[in-house]
């Protein structure tokens, strides 16, 4: 079946999960391996292949699709339904009864690809149509994967996982919203090292190593950021820029990625890469300043 371009990544993703739901599927009685280290090879690859597919999907398409009425609406709260399903699977997995766990969790995941592909694909490509689609596909496209190598934990507890490319995410375990019981443990997160996460944060731009800074704004807060700041604007060619955070968060939006959003606070900074659109959206509490570099002559 021929599939819209701006799905094209999602639906590419199915073939993975078809493979996964398989894979599990085929878990024999007399298996050799030791069924706790399949079942954490089996939570490795659904947090490093599942879990992004679907949080692209829910944070995309699922809203659009309820905002859009019947049929999507009921499709897309079908889709919801499964992933909370085949998420709480994965997080009960145990060593007693294996078999028939991975047996319903396998038979799940393809009839939940054949759902998507067969009825909630051509749904979106009918009902939101090529145009919508097609803006849409940037923002559709996974962020590149990047190994866990550690973890640590946030000021208010929480779990990040820190990652090969030097950027940090959060891992939380907050069901029904996030279901990851095994990052409440040391085991558990212990399973996770080396699992490849997508890193939003890798889609900005990188700052050149050959540029220098040459000048910086005053500290801004939410009264004093000027408003073409906050509104579609480029920068030169040949300038670079900097969102350093000292307070609160600002979220950075990429306007020509598919309004990607990535949330700036003190450990992250956006970097501004000349002539692409973006604004910026700072909370009530935020205090940040933009530093300018470019190629010195």
């Given at each position: 079946m021929k599939r819209h371009p701006g799905l094209a990544s999602l639906s590419r993703d199915h073939h993975h999960a078809l493979v996964l739901?398989?894979?599990?599927?085929?878990?024999?009685?007399?298996?050799?391996?030791?069924?706790?280290?399949?079942i954490a090879e089996l939570r490795r690859r659904f947090v490093g292949e599942l879990a992004p597919?679907?949080?692209?999907?829910?944070?995309?398409?699922?809203?659009?699709?309820?905002?859009?009425?019947?049929?999507?609406?009921?499709?897309?709260?079908?889709?919801?339904a499964d992933h909370d399903a085949l998420r709480a699977m994965v997080a009960s997995l145990e060593p007693s009864g294996l078999e028939s766990q991975c047996e319903a969790f396998g038979a799940r995941l393809e009839e939940h690809v054949r759902f998507e592909e067969r009825a909630w694909f051509p749904a979106l490509e009918e009902h939101l149509g090529s145009d919508a689609l097609a803006r849409l596909a940037a923002a559709l496209r996974p962020a590149p994967p990047s190994a866990i190598v550690g973890f640590r934990q946030d000021d208010e507890g929480a779990f990040v996982a820190e990652l090969a490319c030097g950027h940090a995410q959060h891992v939380r375990h907050r069901p029904p919203l996030e279901n990851r019981p095994w990052v409440t443990t040391e085991a558990g997160r212990r399973e996770l090292?080396?699992?490849?996460?997508?890193?939003?944060?890798?889609?900005?731009?990188?700052?050149?190593?050959?540029?220098?800074?040459?000048?910086?704004?005053?500290?801004?807060?939410?009264?004093?950021?000027?408003?073409?700041?906050?509104?579609?604007?480029?920068?030169?060619?040949?300038?670079?820029?900097?969102?350093?955070?000292?307070?609160?968060?600002?979220?950075?939006?990429?306007?020509?990625?598919?309004?990607?959003?990535?949330?700036?606070?003190?450990?992250?900074?956006?970097v501004v890469a000349p002539e692409r659109p973006h604004h910026v959206e700072p909370d009530d509490d935020a205090r940040f300043f933009v530093r300018f570099s470019k190629r010195s002559e």
């Open positions: 739901a398989r894979e599990a599927r085929g878990l024999l009685p007399d298996d050799t391996r030791d069924p706790a280290a399949f597919h679907f949080a692209i999907e829910e944070r995309e398409l699922v809203g659009r699709s309820v905002a859009s009425g019947e049929p999507l609406a009921s499709l897309a709260a079908r889709v919801v090292v080396g699992t490849a996460l997508p890193c939003p944060l890798c889609r900005m731009p990188k700052l050149p190593a050959d540029v220098a800074h040459y000048k910086q704004t005053a500290l801004f807060d939410a009264r004093s950021v000027p408003a073409g700041l906050k509104r579609s604007h480029t920068l030169k060619a040949g300038t670079w820029a900097e969102i350093v955070v000292e307070q609160g968060r600002v979220l950075y939006v990429l306007e020509d990625d598919g309004d990607m959003s990535v949330v700036l606070h003190s450990g992250v900074v956006g």
